[in-house]
């Protein structure tokens, strides 16, 4: 069973920077690809980004340059560093467990994350 716990949201003014991060239980980060996705409300879940086992990472293009995905499988922890932070980064930001075709296949709780502007 996938257990993810995230941390780090709050609220910010804009430009301003927040860290993420997403304790798994086992050894999930080890096996699996990893991902942020984020859902504002009314709208979709959509991925912020993705990092392989291998270390491959995807951004989605409204956060390249802003954003950073990162893991320590050591301490079992996923990381979402997010600088230059803009109103439209406020959402719910979840962190997932990929199967191997890149599906969700657990979820964490989520943490919000408010920019004001």
């Known amino acids: 069973q996938v257990q993810l716990v995230e941390s780090g949201g709050g609220l910010v003014h804009a430009g301003g920077s927040l860290r993420l991060s997403c304790t798994a239980s086992?050894?999930?980060?080890?096996?699996?690809?990893m991902a942020w996705y984020r859902q504002a409300p009314g709208k979709e879940r959509d991925l912020v980004a993705r990092i392989s086992t291998r270390g491959t990472i995807y951004y989605a293009d409204s956060v390249k340059g802003r954003f950073t995905i990162s893991r320590d499988n050591a301490k079992n922890t996923l990381y979402l560093q997010m600088n230059s932070l803009k109103p439209e980064d406020t959402a719910m930001y979840y962190c997932?467990?990929?199967?191997?075709?890149?599906?969700?296949?657990?979820w964490g709780q989520g943490t919000q994350v408010t920019v004001s502007s």
């Open positions: 086992g050894r999930i980060l080890i096996r699996n690809a």
């Open positions: 997932a467990a990929l199967d191997s075709d890149y599906d969700p296949k657990g």
